[in-house]
């Protein structure tokens, strides 16, 4: 097994984890405009960018389990990319590696930040959900009186709309 399998599975990853950023980046765009339609859209192909993510990085660890056998080491689930970088011993290989490393952390550290930041809007969309739903139906009376909890409760909650109708 050679270093260049892994270097061409981590180009992939790459390529990969770039197609996500630029979804992501649309995401937050469709959360701030609430177009739902094409959200769902996104979200399906984020879904089989991230199948493909997954499988990739089988790859990757089984590559890495593949060079560590061939060199005599005890293959470990656990190791990265960089403990694998302090094993090799070819200045080449080693720096082949290092790059693609390189190229591939800022990335994922740009797709972790963009996805708080939709995840931070997705959690203002639902608190504003809730408000309305309170403002609307009426605050839960569990929150507000005190109850034996022996006593049957009543689903009924006061609020801007007569649901009895």
């Known amino acids: 097994m050679s270093i260049q399998e892994l270097i061409h599975i981590m180009e992939q ?3 990969t984890h770039e197609s996500l950023l ?23 192909k984020e879904s089989k960018l991230v199948r493909k993510v997954v499988e990739l990085d089988q ?13 005599g080491y005890n293959p ?17 290989e ?6 693609a490393h390189n190229r ?14 939709n995840q931070q809007l997705i ?14 139906l009426g605050p839960s009376d569990d929150s507000i009186v005190y ?3 022996a006593q049957q409760k009543s689903d009924i909650r006061s609020g801007i709309f007569d649901t009895r109708a």
């Open 13 to 15: 990853l790459l390529e």
């Open 94 to 99: 080693k720096q082949a590696l290092l790059q």
């Open 76 to 92: 470990n689930p656990k190791i990265t990319v960089s403990d694998l970088i302090k094993l090799i011993f070819k200045a080449e």
């Open 104 to 117: 591939l952390m800022p990335v994922l550290r740009q797709l972790h930040d963009v996805n708080k930041t």
């Open 59 to 71: 790859q990757r660890l089984l590559e890495i389990s593949n060079y560590l056998i061939s060199r």
């Open 22 to 44: 630029v979804l992501s980046e649309e995401k937050t765009q469709l959360l701030v405009k609430n177009d739902v339609e094409k959200l769902n859209l996104i979200v399906n």
């Open 147 to 149: 109850r034996n909890p």
């Open 123 to 136: 959690n203002q969309s639902l608190s504003f959900i809730d408000y309305t739903i309170d403002l609307v």
